[in-house]
Every structure is written in structure tokens, then in C-alpha cells.
């Protein structure tokens, strides 16, 4: 009998910890699927963020580094610089990459940083108890916003793929949304695309994965999707912002 | 074969890095440090090496993080304000047992202060800095020599230990300019870094963390450490002695006032004086063994630092009510002038002070 479908070799035998229906597992499957077709396993270096993927280094089987919270596009740097033919890449979810990490993030795209980042967007702080995220929505409500995010006192959400797009630092920049069969083939396309991009030297590249967090946004997983099909897609547009 | 060259402190800096085969600089603009990332900035890609001007200190201080993963020799510098920054990294490259060098130019503080000398970061540096049980390997230089000398040393015990190393300097040491040898002859050790982070060809991966929630584990980390710190405290210590022979009081400081109080024992000795200088050149470890050894044979002891008192604590902890220990200092980018010193001196004898021509309003004298 012929096996059409396995664990990707760049996942570890770890079950993932992460909540029913989060699309966090999704993510990280699709990133070692690319890792594992590119061959690029024994060359990778993953750099995980402070959050719900604090313990990405236990589920990917390359060598991790996990870094303080924000810092993971700096750290990537560090090893790029001194390994620039190895793969570095880092995973970051919104409030690591949009909030506290802002200027590393800002700064590596700026650099042009051959580098690959994947980032999670899921609007909230999921592992603290879901606090306002930088992306989260207007009207969204959050343990720190509980009337809903208001814009004269807590401002507006940040679409990073947009701003970084400004720079003529990044080589390719663009946002999925894997909520159907079709959207996690994209996601899957573009995470290897940003992959592939480093590979050829041509400097930094970005996906943001529109995600969602069931257990802070207190809905199931269906309900969750059909959120991010509505409410987020709306505020942050999916498609290709820089591909150069 | 030693080259004489003559070079600014902050330079000897750049020089002594290259010598300690240093693979990557990171640093930010702050006075009175600015000569390092200057020079480096060419020195480094010159020899074939990495320079990048980082965003930050925060993101300078990850970037060395990310290096020392790797298992390359990373290097960053800043100043007092900057070092604060890169506090939050520092823990996490001592909690994950990762070698780097770090320098600290120190000036004027709290806050902001000002770009003159200072020995104010003495606690921040010797006692851990940020948050969590930790230490660095702290070495203090007091001329330009050892700006160049402590950099291979610096880098060594680093990747000895793998545990981040500090040099503690001051604006005055990192900016004057002496004649110094430029030796090429040190002994690089190639430590084994079986360890990093470098893509897991032919091996199980690596993982570089600082994370354990199981508090067992937590605890078995923080012990490991802590047993590595009590290895330092038998093997690492280092301080040189200055007429302490025949010494009543005993001089302590580091850095230029351990210059200044070299200066404050010959005038004492004119004076008939039995004073002597014990200049700890490793801040961390401490060389609290021989202050205790000279305090139980005697001596009293004198603490001159640019600071509003902070070595003075260890040298307290080390003579332990053995003997008297008193401190002078000064603050805000003032030096201690050496008859000011002597006149503390004297006062302990009761003798009358000299009479110097300029105020000594501002200085700061506490008996311990």
C-alpha cells in the first residue's frame, strides 16, 4: 500500500498543545511541509516568539531559538549575518510582532534582511487571557477593551503588510487566510514562496496568516472562521503586497 | 611580535576584538562609546568579519543573542543608558549559557546624566542587571593596555564558562590616549559548540531556550548556574596590588581612580604614610579572599569610586567587621583629584588636610 499523506520529517513526534480548532497547528504544519519539499531541513533555523508559540521549539524538528518577546526579527539577523547560507526564519504572532516588537520587525524589513517571517495574526494576546492586540478590531472586545475597542482612547489597529510595504527594503510581502481547503493551499504557496525568496538571496519576505483564537474570542472553531472571513478579511484584505 | 601603537581606549577596544577573532559587532550611537561602533564599522568587514548598526540597543544585544546561538563570537558596546536597554537580552544570554563580550563605557547617572566618567553601573553590572539569579564575568581595565588585553581575555572566558562577559569601563579609561603594544600573540582556544544553533546536519536539533516551566527543571538551571559562578569565584579571580606590603590602609578601586589612588600612596608614603592599592581587575568575581585576608591581618581599608558608593558593598561583605572600611566618592562626572583622596587620608590619621586650590564642596564621604 502506498502512503500519500505523513508527518512532515521537520515536525518532531510532539503533539501540539494548542486549543481545538486554532489555526496555530495549521501554520506550523504548512511551514515544516515547506521545509521537508525544499530539503532545506538540516540548513534551517527557526526563531520562535514569546506567546501561544513560545514552544514551537518543542514541535519543529531543526534547530529553534526561542527569543525575548519582539525580538525574534533581531535575533534572526544575528544568525543570518554569520550563517548567510543557512535558512533563518521567525514566527510571530501580533502582539510580538506588531506591538512590542515593532521596530525590530520595522527595521529588519527595512534592511532588506534576507529573512523569512511568518506572522500570526489572531487580533488578541491569546496566551495571557486575551488583552488587546495592535490588530485588534475596532469594536472588538478584549479583557483590556472590554466595551470594545474604541478608537479615541485606544487607537487604531495596525495593518502590517500595508506599512511595511511602504519600505523598499522588503522582496515579497502578503497576507493569507487559510480558513477553507483552498486558502491553506495559498497560505502553503506563499510561505514556500518566502522561503524560496531567501534561498535566492533576495532578501526579506513576510506572510501574515490571518488566524483566529477560539478559546479568547469565545466562539467555536466554525464560528471563528466564518469571523475572520468577515470581520477580519474586511480590515485586512488578503493578497500580494510586494513581490519583487 | 608587538606592535607599538599609540590609540584612544574606545580604539584598543576595536583592536583587541579583531585579536579575540570576534565574528560580530552590533552597536548603537551614545557618548562617550561613539568610537567603537566608528572604528568598527570598518575594522570588522575589513577583516572579513560582520559590523551592523542596529535599530537599537535592544535589538543590538538580540543580534549578539543570535550570534552567540549560532556559536560565533559576538560582541556589542554602549553606555550606562544603553546598557539599562540591553539588560532584558543579557538574561536571557546568561540564563541560556551563551558567550559574548559586552562594554560598558560607563558616564554620568541616573538618567539621562551626562557623557562624563562615572562608576555608577557597578551594581547593574556585577550584580546580574536584569531580572533572574545571574552574573557576568565582569573585568575592569585601567589603561588602554587592558582595553586591548581584556578583549581576547574577555571573549575567553566567555566561551569558557558560556556565560556573557563585561568589560566595566569608564569615559576617562575609554577615552585617553596612551602607547600601548599590540600583541598578536594570544592563544585562541577553539572552545567545542556542539551546543549551537547552526542547522542540525548529522545531528539531533538544538535548541537555544531559556524557558522551563516545570519548576524542578527551573531550579536544576538556576542551580547549574549558580555552581558555574561558585567555579569562577575559586578559578577567575584577578587583582593586582600596589605597596600593600607593609600597608596600614589599603586603597581599594578600579578602573582610573585605581590610577588616581596609585598616585594618592606615593604621596602618602612622602607623607610617611603606610598606605598601599589592591585594584580588583575582576569585578565579578570579586577578590574578596584576599581583602579578607588583608583586613584579618589588620589593614583598614579606603573605597574610592566614581559613585555614591557601590564596590564599597563587596569590599564591606569581604572584610566582614574584620577591620574598618571607609569610602570616598565622587559623582556627576567629577574625578576624585588625588589630594582630595590623601586628605581622607590624613583626616583618618588626624592629620590636617592639605590645602588644595579648588572646591571640595561636592564631595561625597561616609564612614562605613
Known amino acids: 500500500m502506498q502512503k500519500v499523506f505523513g508527518r512532515p520529517k521537520s515536525l518532531t513526534q510532539t503533539e501540539f498543545a494548542y486549543c481545538a480548532g486554532c489555526l496555530h497547528s495549521v501554520s506550523h504544519r504548512l511551514i515544516a511541509e515547506v521545509i521537508d519539499e525544499l530539503g532545506i531541513f538540516e540548513d534551517t533555523i527557526g526563531i520562535c516568539p514569546v506567546g501561544c508559540s513560545v514552544f514551537m521549539y518543542e514541535y519543529m524538528a531543526c534547530d529553534m531559538i526561542e527569543a525575548s518577546h519582539g525580538r525574534a526579527p533581531a535575533v534572526a539577523t544575528g544568525v543570518k549575518r554569520v550563517l548567510p547560507d543557512r535558512v533563518v526564519f521567525t514566527y510571530q504572532g501580533d502582539g510580538d510582532l506588531a506591538s512590542i516588537g515593532a521596530a525590530e520587525i520595522i527595521h529588519a524589513a527595512a534592511r532588506g534582511e534576507n529573512i523569512t517571517v511568518v506572522f500570526i495574526n489572531n487580533t488578541t494576546y491569546g496566551m495571557t487571557g486575551g488583552q488587546m492586540a495592535p490588530t485588534t478590531l475596532l469594536e472588538q472586545r478584549s479583557t483590556t477593551c472590554p466595551s470594545g475597542r474604541d478608537s479615541v482612547c485606544h487607537g487604531y489597529p495596525i495593518r502590517v503588510c500595508e506599512m511595511l510595504a511602504t519600505l523598499d527594503g522588503p522582496s515579497y510581502i502578503e497576507r493569507v487566510c487559510p480558513t477553507s481547503p483552498a486558502g491553506i493551499n495559498k497560505a502553503k504557496k506563499a510561505i514556500k514562496h518566502a522561503f524560496e525568496n531567501q534561498i535566492a538571496g533576495k532578501g526579506f519576505s513576510l506572510v501574515e496568516v490571518l488566524s483566529n483564537c477560539p478559546t479568547q474570542w469565545r466562539m467555536n472553531p466554525i464560528d471563528s472562521f466564518k469571523w475572520i472571513d468577515e470581520k477580519m478579511c474586511a480590515a485586512y484584505p488578503p493578497g500580494v503586497f510586494v513581490d519583487r | ?368
Request: hydrophobic letters at 40%.
Open chain 2, 1 to 368: 611580535m608587538a606592535v607599538k601603537k599609540l590609540l584612544k581606549g574606545n580604539v584598543a577596544l576595536c583592536h583587541g576584538a579583531i585579536a579575540a577573532r570576534c565574528d560580530a559587532f552590533f552597536g548603537y550611537p551614545i557618548t562617550p562609546q561613539n568610537e567603537v561602533p566608528e572604528y568598527m564599522s570598518s575594522l570588522m568587514p575589513d577583516n572579513g568579519r560582520v559590523f551592523l548598526q542596529a535599530e537599537s540597543e535592544v535589538a543590538a544585544i538580540n543580534m549578539v543573542y543570535g550570534v552567540a546561538s549560532a556559536g560565533k563570537r559576538a560582541m556589542t558596546s554602549s553606555s550606562s543608558p544603553g546598557i539599562s536597554l540591553k539588560q532584558e537580552g543579557l538574561s536571557y544570554i546568561a540564563a541560556c549559557e551563551l558567550p559574548c563580550v559586552v562594554v560598558n563605557v560607563q558616564r554620568g547617572g541616573p538618567g539621562l546624566g551626562n557623557t562624563l566618567p562615572g562608576q555608577a553601573d557597578y551594581f547593574q553590572t556585577v550584580k546580574g542587571g536584569g531580572h533572574g539569579d545571574y552574573r557576568l564575568i565582569t573585568l575592569a581595565p585601567w589603561s588602554v593596555q587592558e582595553c586591548y588585553d581584556f578583549l581576547p581575555l574577555a571573549f575567553d572566558l566567555a566561551d569558557k564558562y558560556r556565560n556573557p562577559a563585561a568589560i566595566l569601563m569608564d569615559a576617562i579609561v575609554g577615552q585617553m590616549i596612551e602607547p600601548i603594544d599590540v600583541r598578536n600573540d594570544f592563544e585562541i582556544v577553539e572552545y567545542p559548540k556542539a551546543w549551537a544553533t547552526n542547522g542540525a546536519r548529522g545531528r539531533p536539533h538544538n535548541i537555544i531556550n531559556s524557558l522551563y516551566i516545570d519548576p524542578e527543571i527551573m531550579e536544576g538551571i538556576n542551580n547549574t548556574l549558580q555552581a558555574k559562578y561558585e567555579q569562577m569565584r575559586a578559578s577567575e579571580v584577578r587583582f593586582a596590588e600596589y605597596r600593600t606590603d607593609d600597608a596600614e590602609i589599603v586603597l581599594v578601586a578600579y578602573g582610573s581612580p585605581a590610577r588616581i589612588c596609585r598616585t594618592v600612596v606615593d604621596m602618602a608614603r612622602e607623607d610617611g604614610l603606610a598606605v598601599g592599592l589592591l585594584r580588583p581587575i575582576s569585578l565579578f568575581p570579586f577578590p574578596s579572599v584576599r581583602i579578607k585576608e588583608l583586613a584579618e591581618s589588620g589593614r583598614r581599608f579606603m573605597v574610592v569610586e566614581m559613585s555614591a558608593g557601590q564596590m564599597v558593598e563587596d569590599v564591606q561583605l569581604a572584610v566582614s567587621g574584620a577591620s574598618e572600611v571607609r569610602f570616598y566618592g565622587r559623582t556627576g562626572g567629577y574625578v576624585p583629584n588625588p589630594t582630595d583622596v590623601l586628605n581622607q587620608v590624613r583626616q583618618w590619621h588626624g592629620l590636617p588636610p592639605l590645602v588644595t586650590h579648588y572646591s571640595t564642596s561636592a564631595t561625597v564621604a561616609k564612614e562605613a
